[in-house]
């Protein structure tokens, strides 16, 4: 996923004054920065005939769970399923799929000419159905009669789960005898099983943002600040053609999961970790490493190998038709067994999440979720061992759930001292 951070521009690192990454030239990066090469051209865009697939498979999946249509508004689905990238705040802009029939649109009608620039490269998009509301006007009305011209009028409509409450309350006062229910078994239903040039567009980004995260170890010094060190990352991913990044933890602090804004300076001896990743065409990476400059002590050590094992005893055990929760108890168990317990004490969080297009998405690999893993479902791994006051350790490689078991899109970190070693 993309830094939790806002990215900074980039400050002074060691002796050599970075500019902004957008102005940078490789003559003031570091070496290990400097010579990395766009990627960009391994990235193949989704293309029209993918996304009238992914509305096929949308119809029947609303065919399956007794939904009549869907409605979608701004956000990730929209993009998925139409390629349309929309910012709309308070004024509706919604999408209405229909299980059967062609889809139409509600736009408000200063925004027709960006809708339609969009909607050209969308499935159906040369001849969609654009109904228009001015400034003074219901744009729910449109949505009531727009389901009344497909006969849907009794029908049962799924919400996209992003919806605002203002949103579909609207749709429900204009649509009374319209059902509205979740839309999730549709749009998680067709998210979350991944096609091959999804995979292929997310193992890319994985392979990136290892790239970035290795050329930014080695420029690397002791007496960087946190956010020096967050600057070559992002540097790095941008420099590999990608927009990316990721937060630092020193020390201590590297015990917070999600970090602490208490200003760090990276020593030796000390522990760092970093999370983040970057975007390839839509498509997120999520990766943690943790390291120490010069030599890691027994303790940290012990706690490396311990997160090491969990994690690959993650990937040992998923497999299609298992259980999401028993993915996290396989890790679960290694952290507990070498005296890291009991439950969230020490590994404070689940296993891992759904990623793709959002960088957390469905379905969750913890305790409770009895959803069994299918082929072509992607994760994070992420085993955790957080020592307040001490430091803290993950591990975080993105997963692939196949036919017959499940892979990592990168290689796990070898060590402390040697996180990139191949």
């Given amino acids: 996923m993309i830094s939790r951070r806002t990215f900074m521009q980039a400050g002074t690192v060691g002796s050599a004054a970075l500019v ?4 940078a030239v490789a003559e003031k990066l570091p070496r290990s920065i400097a010579g990395l090469k766009s ?19 949308a119809r029947r999946l609303m065919a399956a769970n007794a939904l009549d249509a869907i409605l979608l508004m701004e956000g990730t689905s929209l993009e998925y399923f139409t390629g349309v990238r929309w910012h709309g ?9 229909p299980a059967r029939g062609e889809s139409f649109y509600v736009c408000p009608g200063f925004e027709e000419g960006r809708a339609r620039e969009q909607l050209a490269n969308s499935p159906n998009g040369e001849h969609a159905d654009v109904r228009i509301w001015q400034e003074d006007e219901s744009p729910y009305e449109l949505v009531a009669q727009g389901l009344r011209d497909r006969g849907m009028a009794t029908g049962k409509l799924g919400i996209e789960e ?15 005898q319209t059902q509205t229910t979740s839309a999730t078994p549709v749009t998680a239903g067709c998210r979350g099983i991944k096609s091959e040039h999804e995979i292929a567009l997310m193992r890319l980004a994985s ?53 602490s804004v208490t200003p760090q300076v990276i020593r030796e001896g000390t522990i760092v970790l970093m999370d983040g990743g970057c975007r390839v065409e839509g498509y997120t990476s999520d990766i943690t490493r943790t390291f120490v400059l010069g030599k890691a002590g027994d303790k940290m050590k012990r706690v490396f190998e311990i997160v090491h094992e969990a994690q690959s005893a993650a990937v ?30 020490y590994f404070t969080h689940r296993l891992g999440h759904g990623m793709g297009m959002d960088g957390h998405e469905w379905p969750y ?58």
């Fill in 316 to 345: 040992k055990a998923a497999r299609p038709g298992l259980e999401c929760e028993a993915v996290d108890a396989a890790a679960r168990k290694v952290i507990t067994d070498a005296g890291y317990g009991p439950d969230y004490k």
């Fill in 162 to 176: 992003t919806v605002r409450f203002v949103f579909s309350q609207g749709v429900a006062k204009s649509s009374p």
């Fill in 39 to 57: 990627m960009k051209d391994q990235a193949q865009p989704i293309a029209l005939q993918e996304r009238e697939q992914r509305q096929e498979k």
């Fill in 365 to 422: 690999l913890v305790r409770g979720n009895s959803r069994k893993l299918e082929p072509h479902m992607t994760f994070s791994d992420e085993p955790g061992i957080y020592i307040r006051g001490e430091f803290g350790i993950r591990l975080e490689d993105d997963m692939h759930i196949t036919e017959f078991g499940a892979e990592l899109f990168t290689s796990q970190s070898a060590s402390l001292e040697e996180p990139f070693r191949r």
């Fill in 89 to 97: 705040g308070e004024r509706m802009f919604a999408m209405i799929l």
């Fill in 20 to 23: 902004s990454p957008m102005l």
């Fill in 207 to 259: 392979k990136v943002t290892l790239l970035a995260y290795e050329a930014a170890y080695h420029a690397l010094r002791p007496g960087m600040t946190k956010p020096q060190f967050e600057d070559l990352v992002t540097l790095a991913h941008e420099r590999l053609g990608f927009e990316g990044g990721a937060d630092v933890q020193v020390g201590q602090f590297s015990a917070f999961p999600h970090g």
